[in-house]
Nanobody, 128 residues
């Protein structure tokens, strides 16, 4: 049984930092694509950052230079270090995984339907 559990959300002032964690269990040993997504109130869910084979592969333009995604194989955890936070970063943040091996050109932020397992989400609120 696949489970993804996010933690680390909360409130921060603009310019501050938060670190999100995602504990993954039950994934296939061949699974090689994971990512962080977010959904702001009244907006569609969007991809924030992706790892492929454990290596950061893509970031949304809006977070480049501020957010860092990382993957720890020893405990199969995914992290998102968020620095220089802005009010527009507010939203519900989800960890997601593709539970099979896929090619790098298919591990993309925009293909949300390709991610077949999702966590429950953790709220991030940034105030100005």
């Amino acid at each position: 049984q696949v489970q993804l559990a996010e933690s680390g959300g909360g409130s921060a002032q603009a310019g501050g930092s938060l670190r999100l964690s995602c504990a993954a269990s039950g994934l296939s040993y061949r699974a090689n694509c994971m990512g962080w997504f977010r959904q702001a109130p009244g907006k569609e869910r969007e991809g924030v950052a992706i790892v492929y084979g454990g290596t950061p592969a893509d970031y949304a333009d809006s977070v480049k230079g501020r957010f860092t995604i990382s993957h720890d194989y020893t405990n199969n955890s995914l992290y998102l270090q968020m620095d220089s936070l802005k009010p527009e970063d507010t939203g519900l943040y989800y960890c997601a995984a593709v539970n099979m091996w896929i090619s790098s050109n298919r591990c993309v932020r925009s293909s949300l339907d390709r991610f077949d397992y999702w966590g429950q989400g953790t709220q991030v609120t940034v105030s100005s």
